[in-house]
């Protein structure tokens, strides 16, 4: 039998209990789903942890509060003040939490939009550091010297973000000088062997390197290379290491500083 044909034969009382225990079952139901549904969506973003259960649970919490409102209309009860209320008290805590509510907007936006994510090394307001955390009001940073940072969500949506992981291939530069009294073909020579014996260094884009320009004390080669990220800081100090190892095998000389005091007094 049809559940509209089962609640029709019963008294006038119970059919409202029997609808009002639906109601409540439904939102019990549902609100869990919500729970579950959310909780898996943000597996994929880069809420984590408290946020994510934050979100599930005030999604499940919302649905909880239609059930209850629908199941005090089904008793008779006029529900208009009651979600009138609601509904001031909503506006109340937006005006007093607004720039909470900012930041929590961002937070989701930047769970979502994939500008970056938990372990990414990004640069903000010239603060440079790895992602430890992305929380709903706020992300934490650790710098390369091991200090917390911690940035309002707003904050981050307002500013230009330089994600340095975002790739997994970086270019590094740098200059090598060499005495004007060297060959310079010869030194561009050892630089690219250099490069071509270090497994970190990419072949694709092909390493560039050439005269730049010359200097006050000697002639400048430009370096630049494409490396594996992971490689960018550590990667220069081996490069710039081994070059100077091949330049002393190979009597290339890297200048100094000189001044010529010339005697006027004759």
Sequence with gaps: ???ESLISILPANLEAIVMVVFIVAAGLFLGSMANRAVKLALN??????LAATFIARAARIGIYVIALVSALGTLG???TSLI???GAAGLAIGLALRDTLSNLAAGLILAFNGAFRQGDTIEVNSVIGTVMEI???TTELKTPDAKKVVIPNGSLMQSSVVNYSAYPSRRIEFLVGISYDDDIEKAETII???IAQQSFCLTDPEAVVGADNLGDFGQNILVRVWVDSDFVITG???LLREIKRAFDREKITIPFPRYEVANLSN
């Excluded at 994929?44 to 942890?49: A, I, N, P, S, V």
């Design 1 to 3: 039998m049809p559940i």
């Design 236 to 238: 220069k100090m081996q």
């Design 192 to 194: 690219r062997e250099v």
């Design 44 to 49: 994929r973003t880069k809420l984590e942890g």
């Design 84 to 86: 009138a209320a609601l």
């Design 135 to 137: 929380d709903l009001l």
């Design 77 to 79: 009860v006029d529900t």
